[in-house]
């Protein structure tokens, strides 16, 4: 009986910790999910609506070009066709040209200040297109608005990539990017509405729009300097908790299932080093996802350029005002889908995969408008084209983010795929010429083509990140473990 007396208690003994060490763990499990709740709301009320206003500014500036064209831009300033596709290329040149060295700037001057200068800049810009009386002056402008524009949209995925961990990206880029699809909607409602104060005060109609809305974009960016933190740690509305809390959780040092990509840290106190920008530019990754990015940029600039005329063409409006409010569907009907792909691309810990089934949608789009007559089924097109495009972007952008690890090769990554894909703009503005309407189909079969490569270019990128994954595991990269970057074979690619 003794020795029974003896095994009960060990057997007691024994338990009592197992179930202690239970209890701390559904204690650290509970106290890891509060933290990273209340981290994030705040970062998502405080900073997401912040870029999202500013983004919207941006898509709102580049675009309302193409409403001011159907109510007299091109009749007023005598521009011809091949002048005004120009002025919109000229944009495109300038954006493209200064996005890398805008972020390599960013990290010295502190998104704080960098994001709501250029925003404050292209405002004023944007209300001198409101005064141009001539070729000459509506394509210097342009030119000078896509330098000031060229720096937000690569900072601001930089900036996001050191608030929020890979895995919550797509999520954040996907409410940052509705912004996109709703200045489509917004910027047809409001061109509807602010054409209708001309002509006042020896103003014609478009030119308020141009005017209204720079004034709105530098209030934006004002708006954006008193509430934008420079970084995790001089936020706020952290407390000094959640501040190292937040720091730990993307370094993957919390104890949650929350590791990440390198110590933020060594990030902060990254030295510039041209070796690294060489290791982003020389990655077979960025430059899938960017060529990808190119096809998707091509179509979406072309779209929102392009839509007002497009619909202009189809006859199923009586006048330009109720054409501007017919381009407000298919973005509202994008806005909604792309948000709900960001999540579940989020949930899933996928980019390229959601994308082989998203793109579809858009192709399917661009494959029947191109080829169909009936202006119904035409406009019901738009929709399809406008949900598979922007529902893919929030992936194809943080995929490259989520994949790049050291600050200086991320920047050049993230800058190096908006360079090649904003390039895409070049073919927006050239695909969709007068001659062509009303059905356009040569442009539109151009971009069909472009999308189809996108699928093909995604789908390798794909297996090209799982390849790297069984590399890794294979312990073909254990001489870059601790490294602190994107080799270190802790470091898994996301598909």
Request: glycine letters at 8%; charged letters at 15%; aromatic letters at 10%.
């Amino acid at each position: 009986m003794t020795s029974n007396a003896h095994a009960s208690n060990a057997d007691k003994m024994g338990e009592r910790p197992s179930i202690e060490k239970m209890e701390r763990t559904v204690s650290d499990s509970e106290y890891h999910r509060n933290m990273t709740r209340r981290i994030l709301w705040k970062m998502d009320t405080r900073v997401l609506p912040v870029l999202s206003l500013l983004f919207l500014c941006s898509f709102l500036d580049r675009a309302n070009v193409g409403n001011a064209r159907i109510i007299g831009l091109e009749k007023d300033l005598n521009l011809s066709n091949t002048q005004y596709t120009q002025g919109l290329a000229v944009f495109y040149a300038t954006y493209i040209a200064s996005e890398l060295p805008s972020n390599l700037l960013l990290k010295k001057v502190t998104p704080k200040i960098w994001l709501p200068l250029l925003t404050i800049v292209w405002g004023v810009i944007t209300m001198c297109l409101g005064f141009v009386k001539n070729v000459g002056s509506f394509i210097g402008v342009r030119a000078l608005l896509g330098i000031a524009e060229g720096g937000l949209f690569p900072g601001i995925v930089l900036y996001l990539s050191g608030l929020y961990t890979r895995q919550e990206m797509a999520l954040r880029m996907g409410i940052f990017y509705t912004a996109a699809s709703l200045s489509g909607a917004f910027g047809g409602l409001l061109a509807r509405g602010l054409s209708a104060i001309g002509p006042r005060g020896g103003l014609e109609g478009w030119r308020w729009i141009f005017i209204i809305e720079g004034l709105m974009t530098i209030l934006a960016g004002l708006v954006a300097y008193l509430l934008l933190p420079t970084s995790i740690n001089t936020a706020p509305y952290l407390t000094e908790e959640e501040k190292q809390y937040a720091a730990r959780r993307l370094q993957g040092d919390t104890g949650a299932d929350t590791a990440d990509r390198t110590n933020p840290v060594l990030e902060r106190e990254e030295r510039f080093k041209w070796s690294e920008v060489r290791r982003g530019v020389f990655n077979l990754q960025v430059w899938l996802t960017a060529t990808a990015y190119f096809s998707l940029g091509a179509g979406l600039y072309s779209f929102g350029l392009f839509l007002p005329t497009i619909l202009n063409d189809l006859k199923i409006t009586s006048n330009p005002n109720q054409t501007q409010l017919w381009s407000v569907i298919p973005y509202a009907v994008a806005t909604p889908v792309t948000v709900l792909i960001a999540f579940a691309s989020d949930r899933l810990k996928l980019r390229g995969v959601m994308m082989l089934f998203t793109l579809p949608i858009a192709i399917i789009g661009y494959a029947v408008i191109a080829n169909v007559a009936s202006a119904h089924v035409r406009f019901a097109m738009t929709s399809l084209m406008a949900i598979g495009m922007y529902s893919s972007i929030p992936c194809i952008l943080v995929w490259n983010s989520n994949n790049s690890a050291g600050h200086y090769k991320r920047a050049t990554t993230s800058a190096l795929q908006l360079v090649i894909g904003n390039a895409g703009g070049f073919v927006a503005t050239f695909v969709y010429p007068p001659k062509d309407g009303p059905l356009y189909h040569r442009g539109h079969t151009i971009l069909l083509g472009l999308l189809v490569y996108a699928w093909f270019a995604v789908l390798a990128n794909v297996l090209w990140c799982n390849k790297i994954n069984k590399d890794k595991a294979a312990g073909k990269y254990e001489k870059y473990e601790g490294c602190g970057d994107d080799r270190d074979p802790a470091f898994k690619m996301i598909l």
